[in-house]
């Protein structure tokens, strides 16, 4: 079990901006597929951003050019910075991690969604006001 903890939610004004951090202590990610996700009231949880363990970056249409999703250096912390934010950005925000055990030479996309994820944190709540 790897155990992923979010943190860096909370209220900000639309346009405005958030770095959501996700941290495994005791384990890095180099091997592993990233990714995180979002479930807003009502909705159906939906993948945002990944990052595979060749460090290849996907994003969902809607947050191409506002979402940056990056590991640091030392591969044991995933981040997600969130800029130019919009009221219907708001939701609990999940990090997520499929096992390296996956991996056949090539990951699926979004590292393969939410029935390709192994490990999974317990979200950060992010509110967007207008």
């Known amino acids: 079990q790897v155990p992923l903890m979010e943190s860096g939610g909370g209220t900000v004004q639309s346009g405005g901006s958030l770095r959501l951090s996700c941290a495994a202590p005791?384990?890095?990610?180099?091997?592993?597929?990233m990714a995180w996700f979002r479930q807003g009231p009502g909705k159906e949880r939906e993948a945002v951003a990944g990052?595979?363990?060749?460090?290849?970056?996907m994003y969902a249409d809607d947050v191409k050019g506002r979402f940056t999703i990056s590991k640091d250096n030392g591969e044991n912390t995933l981040y997600l910075q969130m800029d130019s934010l919009r009221p219907d950005d708001s939701g609990t925000y999940y990090c997520?991690?499929?096992?390296?055990?996956?991996?056949?030479?090539?990951?699926?996309?979004?590292?393969?969604?939410?029935?390709?994820?192994?490990?999974w944190g317990k979200g950060t709540p992010v509110t967007i006001s207008s």
């Open positions: 997520a991690a499929a096992s390296p055990l996956r991996y056949n030479g090539t990951w699926l996309p979004m590292c393969g969604g939410i029935n390709g994820m192994d490990y």
């Open positions: 005791g384990y890095t990610y180099r091997s592993y597929c």
């Open positions: 990052i595979d363990s060749e460090g290849g970056t």
